[in-house]
C-alpha cells in the first residue's frame, strides 16, 4: 500500500498519516518524491486490515488517494517507488546515468594475484574490485578460497588503489566480518533462496548485490531481493547471471537477456549483468556483455585474472587483461549508441 499525498500537504498531515499506519501494528515509510510525499507501508497487510486502514487513510487531511499493490513483492516493486533507485558506493552511482562495471578475479588467490588483478582493472578505466575470499564450490576438493585472509587482502589493495571493492558472504555469521572489509556484499546465485543470510545481510544495512538463482523465476529472485528491503537494506543491486541451460554442450550457463528489461520494467532496483557466469566461456562474454547494455542494464561484473590458466576457480570464463580493457572499450560504444556512458 502507498499514501499518496497532495502537493500541498504538511509535514503534522504526512505525521498523522504515519501514526495512523503505527497505530494499526505496521511500518510506515517516508519516500520523498519530486512534487508529492509519498508514505509507503513497509509491511505484509492483513486481509481483514486492508480494507478499513484504506478508508481511515483516504479520509486524513492532505491525503490525495491511497494506491494498492497487486505484486507480491512490495518494497522492490516500481509500483511501489516509481523513480530509478541508484546506489552510491564512494561517489560511484550505480543505476545512474552510467553504466557501471565491475572486474576482478573469481577468487582472491595470493597477494601477488589480487594487486596485479586491480591494477589491470582500474587501467581499463574500472573503479569497482571484485574477487571471492569465500568460495562456494560444488567439490569440497576444489579452492574454497582464502577466508579472512582473503578479505584482508581486499581491503589492503581497495586502500592502496582507491577502488571500491566487492565480495561474496556465505553464511549470516560471516556478514560483520565480510561487511568490515569490503563495501559491497554480494549474495551468490546459491544463496538466493538462503533466508537466515537474507536476513542477517539486510539488518547489516549494506549496498549489496544479489544474484539470480540458476532455477528462479522473476518472481522468486525480486522477493529474495524483498527479504533484504524489508529488513533494513536500501541499497540492493539485482544481478541477472544466466539460467540452467537445455544443453550444456557449449556454456555453463544460458544468459537471460529478457531478464534485463522485465527486472526494470517491475522494479526501481540497478539491474547489473554477469555474462562470465552467465555463459562459462571467455569468448562469449564480450558478445554477451555488450547485449546486457543494449537491452538497459545499469552494469556489469565481469571476471579478469592476471593469467586465467592458472587460475585457481573459473579461469575458463575469466578474460585477459587486454580481453578486459577490449570489453570496456567495445561496451563503451554501445552504451554511447543508447545515450549512456561507461
Known amino acids: 500500500m502507498m499514501v499518496l499525498m497532495q502537493a500541498d500537504a504538511t509535514k503534522e498531515q504526512v505525521s498523522e498519516v504515519m501514526e495512523t499506519i503505527e497505530r494499526h501494528k505496521l511500518r510506515p515509510l517516508n519516500l520523498p518524491g519530486d512534487e508529492h510525499i509519498a508514505v509507503g507501508v513497509a509491511s505484509a497487510i492483513p486481509p481483514e486490515v486492508r480494507d478499513p ?199 555453463r550457463n544460458t544468459m537471460d537477456i529478457n531478464a534485463v528489461p522485465v527486472l526494470k520494467h517491475l522494479s526501481h532496483l540497478p539491474v547489473i549483468v554477469d555474462p562470465s557466469h552467465g555463459t562459462g566461456v571467455a569468448r562469449y562474454v564480450t558478445p554477451l556483455a555488450k547485449a546486457a547494455i543494449a537491452a538497459g542494464a545499469d552494469g556489469l561484473i565481469v571476471e579478469v585474472h592476471p593469467d586465467p590458466k592458472r587460475a585457481l576457480s573459473d579461469g575458463a570464463q575469466s578474460l585477459t587483461p587486454a580481453q578486459f580493457q577490449c570489453l570496456v572499450n567495445e561496451v563503451g560504444r554501445v552504451a554511447q549508441a543508447i545515450g549512456r556512458s561507461i
Not at 588483478?117 to 587501467?123: I, P, R, T
Not at 578505466?125 to 585472509?149: D, H, N, W
Not at 544495512?205 to 524489508?230: Q, V
Request: some cysteine.
Open 53 to 251: 486502514l484504506t478508508a481511515c487513510l483516504s479520509a486524513l487531511p492532505g491525503v490525495d488517494h491511497v494506491v494498492q499493490i497487486s505484486r507480491p513483492y512490495k518494497l522492490a516493486s516500481r509500483e511501489f517507488w516509481q523513480h530509478d533507485t541508484v546506489v552510491n558506493v564512494k561517489g560511484i552511482e550505480i543505476g545512474g546515468a552510467k553504466c557501471v562495471v565491475m572486474g576482478g578475479p573469481c577468487s582472491v588467490e595470493s597477494r601477488e594475484q589480487i594487486f596485479a588483478s586491480a591494477q589491470a582493472v582500474k587501467d581499463a578505466g574500472v573503479s569497482i574490485l571484485r574477487g571471492g575470499a569465500y568460495k562456494p564450490r560444488t567439490s569440497p576438493y576444489a579452492f574454497q578460497g582464502l577466508g579472512l585472509e582473503g578479505l584482508k587482502l581486499l581491503k589492503e589493495v581497495g586502500d592502496a588503489m582507491e577502488m571500491v571493492t566487492i565480495s561474496e558472504v556465505m553464511s549470516p555469521e560471516d556478514v560483520d566480518l565480510v561487511a568490515s572489509h569490503v563495501d559491497i556484499l554480494q549474495i551468490g546465485a546459491r544463496n538466493m533462496q538462503n533466508y537466515s543470510l537474507l536476513v542477517a545481510v539486510g539488518k547489516a544495512g549494506r549496498p549489496t548485490l544479489l544474484k539470480r538463482g540458476p532455477a528462479a523465476s522473476i518472481d522468486e529472485f525480486l522477493l529474495a531481493a524483498e527479504y533484504l528491503l524489508h529488513h533494513g537494506t536500501s541499497d540492493v543491486i539485482l544481478c541477472e547471471r544466466g539460467v540452467h541451460p537445455l544443453d550444456r554442450t557449449y556454456t
